[in-house]
């Protein structure tokens, strides 16, 4: 098949979507399909990927879960139609297709069969009612164009179910297991290390993260926490660690590589990832899986979709400090439990090797294509 992945962010930036469309690609490609990505032509950079199509100037956009990220604002039609001519497409899957505007502009001109995936969770807020009450005449406009819908999970999935009862298959997001699979490593003599990774603001819970290793670190000396990560709150952050008097035990590492990410979770004790809403999924949980690093988490649906059976016990409402706090000390200290845990996590994490998640997707493109037109 030829098949075309649209990718509404700029494919540049580093993202959950956007990695989930290069490991899409290089897993089709190894399946022998001709794979490339429509993207929104980034600004302020000349880096470009290959088998990657370009189209479109880009904007920033503010989602309603705090995340700012560059869009396409803009398409020209006929560039779109000549595009489409050239390459012939036999199937087209669209990521996060509500999005505007670049998705839509295809969708219209498409002559295949069109994919979608839902990633993202709108947070229960009454901004995000009000986001979605303004994108829905939008987002419905797109949805008659589609011929199969896909979600991350049912937490992504709900804002969809509002608009149609068309079927939605459930493929989840994936990681390259063997980019993980390897020792863990820490000296005996350390202290015990809680790490964060992600993005700092508001619904990712850090603030409470922060307040209950305050609580933990009264009674516990030999333990630290180590954030890494940038973000709109990050000053506000540093500031309420001082505010609390945990400055000299917690460190923000700032924007960190790949490599280095990799690295703090082979050295890490306990990952905790206290995300309040807006998850539909939660990637950074399978590579802690991965990695064999107890984790933590926030009680959001998204998550939960994740940790279910032995893992949910990894799962907290954040906001109730003290119980966090006991959370925290269990899974970094009871080592039965951690055995457990662990066993459980090495069991379940093998069904979100990348190249299980292509498959189902191509299964997908085939149904589709089987059932086009009828």
Same mark, same amino acid.
């Given at each position: 098949?030829?098949?075309?992945?649209?990718?509404?962010?700029?494919?540049? +930036?580093?993202?959950?979507?956007?990695?989930?469309?290069?490991?899409?690609?290089?897993?089709?490609?190894?399946?022998?399909?001709?794979? #490339?990505?429509?993207?929104?032509?980034? /600004?302020?950079?000349?880096?470009?990927?290959?088998?990657?199509?370009?189209?479109?100037?880009?904007? !920033?956009? &503010? $989602?309603?879960?705090?995340?700012?990220?560059?869009?396409?604002?803009?398409? !020209?039609?006929?560039?779109?139609?000549?595009?489409?001519?050239?390459?012939?497409?036999?199937?087209?899957?669209?990521?996060?297709?509500?999005?505007?505007?670049?998705? &839509?502009?295809?969708?219209?001109?498409?002559?295949?069969?069109?994919?979608?995936?839902?990633?993202?969770?709108?947070?229960?807020?009454?901004?995000? /009612?009000?986001?979605?009450?303004?994108?829905?005449?939008? %987002? +419905?406009?797109?949805?008659?164009?589609?011929?199969?819908?896909?979600?991350?999970?049912?937490?992504?999935?709900?804002?969809?179910?509002?608009? %149609?009862?068309?079927?939605?298959?459930?493929?989840?997001?994936?990681? !390259?297991?063997?980019?993980? @699979?390897?020792? &863990?490593? &820490?000296? +005996?003599? =350390?202290? #015990?290390?809680?790490?964060?990774?992600?993005?700092?603001?508001?619904?990712?819970?850090?603030?409470?993260?922060?307040? $209950?290793? =305050?609580?933990?670190?009264?009674?516990?000396?030999?333990? +630290?926490? *180590?954030?890494?990560?940038?973000?709109?709150?990050?000053?506000?952050?540093?500031?309420?660690?001082?505010?609390?008097?945990? !400055?000299?035990?917690?460190?923000?590492?700032?924007?960190?590589?790949?490599?280095?990410?990799?690295?703090?979770?082979?050295? $890490?004790?306990?990952?905790?990832?206290?995300?309040?809403?807006?998850?539909?999924?939660?990637?950074?949980?399978?590579?802690?899986? $991965?990695?064999?690093?107890?984790?933590?988490?926030?009680?959001?649906?998204?998550?939960?979709?994740?940790?279910?059976?032995?893992?949910?016990?990894?799962?907290?409402?954040?906001?109730?400090?003290?119980?966090?706090?006991?959370?925290?000390?269990?899974?970094?200290?009871?080592?039965?439990?951690?055995?457990?845990?662990?066993?459980? =996590? @090495?069991?379940?994490?093998?069904?979100?090797?990348?190249?299980?998640? *292509?498959?189902?997707?191509?299964?997908?493109?085939?149904?589709?294509?089987?059932?086009?037109?009828?």
């Amino acid at each position: 098949m030829k098949i075309g992945l649209v990718c509404p962010y700029d494919i540049n +930036k580093g993202g959950g979507v956007q990695e989930c469309i290069r490991a899409l690609q290089s897993g089709l490609t190894d399946l022998d399909h001709q794979v #490339k990505v429509i993207t929104p032509r980034p /600004r302020g950079t000349t880096k470009s990927y290959k088998d990657t199509i370009y189209l479109g100037a880009s904007t !920033d956009f &503010r $989602a309603p879960t705090h995340t700012t990220s560059q869009i396409s604002a803009s398409g !020209d039609g006929s560039e779109i139609d000549a595009i489409l001519e050239k390459e012939k497409f036999d199937v087209l899957h669209f990521h996060e297709p509500w999005i505007p505007i670049l998705s &839509r502009q295809i969708l219209s001109r498409s002559q295949c069969p069109n994919v979608a995936t839902f990633h993202a969770k709108l947070p229960e807020t009454m901004m995000s /009612r009000t986001f979605a009450k303004v994108v829905a005449p939008y %987002t +419905k406009s797109v949805l008659k164009y589609l011929d199969s819908f896909t979600a991350v999970s049912e937490a992504a999935m709900e804002y969809l179910r509002t608009m %149609t009862n068309e079927p939605v298959s459930i493929v989840p997001n994936g990681i !390259d297991l063997k980019n993980f @699979h390897t020792p &863990r490593h &820490r000296s +005996k003599n =350390a202290k #015990k290390t809680i790490l964060y990774i992600g993005r700092l603001e508001k619904r990712k819970g850090i603030m409470y993260l922060l307040k $209950a290793f =305050a609580v933990l670190s009264e009674k516990e000396t030999d333990v +630290k926490l *180590v954030i890494a990560g940038d973000g709109v709150d990050r000053q506000k952050l540093e500031d309420l660690s001082i505010e609390l008097g945990i !400055d000299d035990k917690v460190k923000f590492l700032g924007y960190v590589t790949e490599t280095k990410k990799k690295q703090l979770l082979r050295e $890490a004790d306990l990952f905790c990832s206290p995300a309040i809403y807006g998850e539909s999924f939660g990637i950074v949980l399978l590579e802690a899986m $991965a990695t064999g690093l107890v984790t933590v988490a926030g009680n959001n649906s998204g998550y939960a979709s994740v940790l279910q059976g032995l893992g949910s016990i990894s799962l907290v409402n954040t906001k109730q400090i003290d119980e966090f706090a006991h959370r925290l000390h269990l899974l970094l200290r009871e080592r039965d439990l951690r055995k457990l845990w662990r066993t459980w =996590a @090495h069991e379940n994490v093998s069904q979100y090797d990348y190249p299980n998640v *292509v498959k189902q997707y191509e299964a997908v493109y085939k149904a589709t294509l089987s059932n086009y037109g009828k």
